[in-house]
């Protein structure tokens, strides 16, 4: 706290891995010796700049852009980029912790950073925000390099944002490389890397449950967001034979007792991503449901929960009401989605909960066969993606237990994930000696 002041998230991320961490290493010299936890804890560096761009009124505006390159250890620099007010050096530096282990987790040889600005593109114009893309990367592209820093998007930044960014990159530097993933199918980009994070958080979730010998089938599913996550969550929960009962964004949350069907999820997809619109117009497109403005949905009574929206979505009290409301399992497509007293509720009532850096390693794992395809010039097809993403997901739920496994059959997937993805690392840094 005192060499980051005023940086919570970041010390809440950094406190949550610690807390594992310290038992994992207590009869491990060589780990204190060189400092590996301090060393990982601490960033490679923190780049900030300012982004300067012109809106339609002919307004010179001004934002402030970081990327924070935390760990490159096992492999390039990797991790999105977020467009978002409510983005600080202190939740970037958590996410670029958090990925750090995430990325190790996935078994590909990737290391970890985020980056972003604290640009609001909502109600911003294309052109506004083509400008601002731009902007952004006249600074950020003396940073990154496909074999140095790899970015993709985040909240925020989609497809069409980093077909501006790329665009930008290339004509600075004249180089048509991986540099960034998340890219158009036309340009470099991997098939199912869109669908991949939250696909990814509904296999991991099957892979718990499977281990306790259940399934998908007839259960129902809470989940948060109405965003590139959360949609792909809600539509692999119904192809896996699901019910989803809730979507939210901002503004609240929407409950739907019959259940969202994929022919629904076609139309938030479209409403939220090409329309702009928000949530709680779904209640005028489908009767008997209800829009609960400015709450999260975590009192509805459910099977599952899966966290798809931002950090600290989920509060102590929403994992107790979890909990009572008989909840079986949790899965987070959102980073850091519940707080450290939730966390502690979950971890003490023992039911399956997977943490984002396993649960939502499904798109930074395909981002990293994106990286492949681009290296290799080929692409691979579908039915191979989406059975590498299947392997990738499986590989982590079983690194998770190699080292989550408690006395008694109980799975604690959050130390599990902390240790897995902090061995791989620490290993690599004890390598490389003190640098
Ligand atoms: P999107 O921008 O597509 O969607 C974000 C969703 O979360 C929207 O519904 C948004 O609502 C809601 N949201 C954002 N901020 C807040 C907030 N402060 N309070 C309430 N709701 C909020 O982003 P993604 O779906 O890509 O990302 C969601 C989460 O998943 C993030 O934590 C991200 O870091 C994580 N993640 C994403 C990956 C990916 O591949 N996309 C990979 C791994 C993790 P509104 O429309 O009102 O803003």
Known sequence: KKRNPGQNEFVQAVQEVAEDIFDFIADKEDYHAQQILRRIAEPDRVVSFRVCWEDDAGNIRVQRGWRVQNNNAIGPYKGGIRFHPSVTESVLKFLAFEQTFKNALTGLPMGGGKGGSNFNPKGKSVREIMRFCQSFMTELYRHIGADVDVPAGDIGVGGREIGYMFGQYKRITGEFTGVLTGKGLEWGGSLI??????????????????????????????????????????????????????????????????????????????????????????????????????????????????????????????????????????????????????????????????????????????????????????????????????????????????????????????????????KKVADAMLAFGVV
């Open 193 to 422: 890397r869109t669908e991949a994070t939250g696909y990814g958080a509904v296999y991991f979730l099957a892979n718990m449950l499977a281990a306790k010998d259940r399934d998908l089938v007839g259960k129902t599913a809470v989940i948060s967001g109405s965003g590139n996550v959360a949609t792909h969550a809600a539509e692999k929960i119904v192809q896996l034979g699901g019910k989803v009962l809730t979507l939210s964004d901002s503004g609240g949350f929407i409950h739907d007792p019959d259940g969202i069907t994929q022919q629904k999820i076609d139309w938030v997809k479209a409403h939220k991503t090409h329309r702009r619109g928000r949530i709680e117009d779904y209640v005028g497109e489908y009767k008997a449901t209800t829009f609960v403005p400015g709450k999260t949905p975590w009192g509805v009574a459910c099977d599952v929960a899966l966290p798809c929206a931002t950090q600290n979505e989920l509060t102590g009290e929403d994992a107790k009401t979890l909990v009572a409301n008989g909840c079986i399992a949790v899965s987070e497509g959102a980073n850091m989605p519940t707080d450290l007293a939730g966390v502690h509720v979950f971890r003490a009532a023992k039911l399956m909960y997977a943490p984002g850096k396993a649960a939502n390693a499904g798109g930074v794992a395909v981002s990293g066969l994106e990286m492949s395809q681009n290296s290799a010039r080929r692409s691979w097809s579908e039915g191979e993606l989406q059975q590498m993403l299947q392997d990738i997901m499986s590989g982590i739920h079983a690194r998770c237990l190699t080292h989550g496994e408690q006395p008694g059959g109980y799975v604690d997937y959050v130390k599990g994930a902390n240790i897995a993805g902090f």
